[in-house]
């Protein structure tokens, strides 16, 4: 098998426009929850979450996000994941349509996911018990 070798850049400022160029979506046209149980679900945490974080842990600058894209490898938009929730600390507070973890240098310190049905059953025919 060969691999694959990108293209020779030239300079740093090359570099910075290809990286431009790359379109990292903020939504994929799916539903946030597939009930509205789950969307309750989630819609609690984080307000609860923000609530706390914003009393207990304002220094740190919590930042809790709930089912946007997190981009985890520079330069593959196709490479994320969208966690129910997580929590970021050390970021600025600012409105994030997504969140690409090589921007801040933070990666999430915790993710949750709501369990709901379909996941149950896709983790039960791969025999998992959740």
């Known amino acids: 098998m060969t691999p694959i070798i990108a293209p020779e850049l030239?300079?740093?400022?090359?570099?910075?426009?290809?990286q431009k160029e790359i379109f990292y979506?903020?939504?994929?046209?799916?539903p946030l929850a597939e009930t509205s149980v789950h969307a309750d679900?989630?819609?609690?945490?984080?307000?609860?979450?923000r609530n706390y974080l914003a009393e207990k842990l304002a220094e740190r600058s919590p930042v809790v996000l709930a089912d946007q894209f997190l981009y985890?490898?520079?330069?593959?938009?196709?490479?994320?994941?969208?966690?129910?929730v997580?929590?970021?600390?050390?970021?600025p507070q600012q409105p994030y349509?997504?969140?690409?973890?090589?921007?801040?240098?933070?990666?999430?310190?915790?993710i949750f996911e709501i369990e709901a049905q379909k996941l149950r059953?896709?983790?039960?025919?791969?025999?998992?018990?959740a």
């Open 10 to 18: 030239e300079s740093v400022q090359q570099i910075q426009e290809v």
């Open 25 to 30: 979506p903020s939504e994929d046209g799916e």
């Open 41 to 49: 679900a989630i819609i609690a945490t984080v307000d609860v979450l």
């Open 72 to 84: 985890y490898a520079q330069g593959f938009p196709r490479l994320r994941v969208a966690p129910d």
């Open 86 to 91: 997580m929590v970021i600390f050390d970021i």
């Open 97 to 110: 349509d997504n969140y690409k973890i090589w921007e801040t240098g933070k990666i999430p310190s915790v």
């Open 121 to 129: 059953d896709h983790l039960s025919s791969l025999g998992i018990e």
